[in-house]
């Protein structure tokens, strides 16, 4: 499994990008597939992730409401349309898929076995 992330760039506060993370097959109507960050100097951190069944979806509290996962029906391309962002939205943004996540590690890095290489997101004020 292989994952692509990119669409990452330089954005004014409250502007908009939209990431995608390409995977080598069909494989997220099988996969958990979740969006971390990890700016300079602090630990990765949680930003969203959607269920194996795309049932469910989650967010940090951080980007409620202004952050939205989404698939393509293809299932083989995974999106994160960020508004309205922030400064602290600045950060290497990666995407991970797994097979075994469980609702109680959709937060966790550790739950996901594959990585994409990220993307650099910069949101100047």
């Known amino acids: 499994v292989q994952l692509q992330a990119s669409g990452g760039g330089l954005v004014q506060t409250g502007g908009s990008l939209r990431l995608s993370c390409a995977a080598s097959g069909r494989i997220f109507s099988n996969y958990a597939v979740a969006w971390f960050r990890q700016a300079p100097g602090k630990e990765r951190e949680f930003v969203s992730a959607r269920s194996r069944s795309g049932d469910f979806k989650y967010y940090a509290d951080s980007v409620k409401g202004r952050f939205t996962l989404s698939t393509d029906n293809a299932k083989t391309t995974v999106y994160l349309q960020m508004n309205s962002l922030k400064a602290e939205d600045t950060a290497v943004y990666y995407c991970?898929?797994?097979?075994?996540?469980?609702?109680?590690?959709?937060?966790?890095?550790?739950?996901?076995?594959?990585w994409g290489q990220g993307t650099q997101v910069t949101v100047s004020s």
């Open positions: 991970a898929a797994g097979r075994g996540v469980i609702t109680s590690s959709t937060r966790s890095p550790d739950a996901y076995t594959y």
